[in-house]
T-cell receptor, first 112, second 113 residues
């Protein structure tokens, strides 16, 4: 079965640079979520989209932005990167009429 | 919720024993609850879910119990195996147009051979 696809799997950036993470949800899933997980920490909700509109916002820094495109894939843009942004970033998707949310394998971002 | 820092609570069990992982949730308006398993460097993997109008659901080797009175969720793993070693998260979901999943505190399950 198709799963949530994230790219790139690993990314190394320098401080103050910009990074873009991509997420391709499970087919026919119209809701996408982004989470950030620091080392040894619980995943923290960043932002979510339903039908290409932002539906909820969590602890996402102002330096970050995201959008969902017409094909339902989503991109998380991170600018002015800081060392503290180093984390595992997860994307998840769900159908609007369903309940279960499935996660991708994550994108490792390392800021040096 | 807030992160607890670098050290997650740990449950150590003997291989073959049953494991019980507990979780307290906060939002009485949540519609669904899910247990996820996360292995090192990987994404959370769905284990089992339960609707808020149920109090028990069984899967293969796993059972989830929901006590809405005290906002408590538990995951029971029968005959725990080394491959069950991972961090386990409970999550509560509010469904609808503004669907949102909130993770509980992760618990590390360590299986002793």
């Amino acid at each position: 079965a198709a799963g949530v696809i994230q790219s790139p799997r690993h990314l190394i950036k320098e401080k103050r640079e910009t990074a873009t993470l991509k997420c391709y949800p499970i087919p026919r899933h119209d809701t996408v979520y982004w989470y950030q997980q620091g080392p040894g920490q619980d995943p923290q909700f960043l932002i979510s989209f339903y039908e290409k509109m932002q539906s909820d916002k969590g602890s996402i820094p102002d330096r970050f932005s995201a959008q969902q495109f017409s094909d339902y894939h989503s991109e998380l843009n991170m600018s002015s990167l800081e060392l503290g942004d180093s984390a595992l970033y997860f994307c998840a998707s769900s159908p609007q009429t369903g309940n279960t949310i499935y996660f991708g394998e994550g994108s490792w971002l390392t800021v040096v | 919720g807030e992160s607890v820092g670098l050290h997650l609570p740990t449950l150590s069990v003997q291989e073959g024993d049953n494991s019980i992982i507990n979780c307290a949730y906060s939002n009485s308006a949540s519609d669904y609850f899910i247990w996820y398993k996360q292995e090192s460097g990987k994404g959370p993997q769905f284990i089992i879910d339960i609707r808020s109008n149920m109090d028990k659901r069984q899967g293969q080797r796993v059972t989830v119990l929901l006590n809405k009175t005290v906002k408590h969720l538990s995951l029971q793993i029968a005959a725990t195996q080394p491959g069950d070693s991972a961090v386990y998260f409970c999550a509560e979901i509010r469904t609808g147009a503004n669907s949102k999943l909130t993770f509980g505190k992760g618990i590390t399950l360590s299986v002793r051979p």
